[in-house]
């Protein structure tokens, strides 16, 4: 990971995100962001917004915002999302580590949904 970038990391709390991996979910991010220097957890409100987490499966949900050591952001969120088994935990676990914070790294089916908000967005 780049000693000069940070993060936030915004996981959903809401009952939506409450699945049988959520707490699983809870303990991954913990520890990716404890073994950071920069990283900050924030467990809030749905992040993806109202819209997004009805056209999505259950599941727990993530933002992730590059940031600069002042915590101030220096690239665009990035939503992931739904973690729905074990192995989606791992890969986004192991996505944060490596630091690089670039949707396309991510195993389509957890970046589907920031795609389609992106392309929305540009609609």
Known sequence: MNP????????CGESRCATDVY???VAAMRRVVRSSRLGVLVVAQ?????????MRSPGPMLVLQPTDA????IGPAVRVGPLLADEDVA?????????RF?????????????RMMGAYVRN
């Open 70 to 73: 002042r915590q101030r952001p």
């Open 91 to 99: 890969a986004v676990e192991a996505w944060v580590r490596d630091g």
């Open 23 to 25: 707490d699983r979910a």
């Open 102 to 114: 670039d949707a396309e790294l991510l195993p389509e089916r957890l970046a589907s949904l920031h």
């Open 4 to 11: 000069r970038v940070g993060y936030t990391l915004v996981l």
């Open 46 to 54: 749905c992040p993806v917004g109202r819209l997004a987490c009805g």
